[in-house]
């Protein structure tokens, strides 16, 4: 007998038992689907937190592009464009602290 025949069996055996016997069957299955739940609060922060990864990840991206033309402008010697590609690092770097160090969402949570 294979496998799923077994299934088919003991799914057949719990139909044919009694109520309180498919109540268990049927408690346990929704146990296994309470435990697999997760309340909305930490659903709600694990948002929160993608959305900082996804930022901190796009103003690293725009910061190692920026890197790359400061270095491509100080070989090729054209000096007038260092002053905005450092200034735009430097507020790319500002942004990453703050996304860092301020933007908790435990913060937000209400006291219990």
Known sequence: ???EEAKVLDRNAADAASPAARGSV????KEG???KLRPRAQVGRAAIEQARLVLLIMINIAQLWTLSATVEASLAARWQLLVPLVASSGICA???LSILLWWRPDRFAPDR
């Open 94 to 96: 500002l942004i990453t």
């Open 33 to 35: 689907i309470a435990l």
């Open 26 to 29: 049927l408690g346990r299955e």
């Open 1 to 3: 007998m294979g496998r």
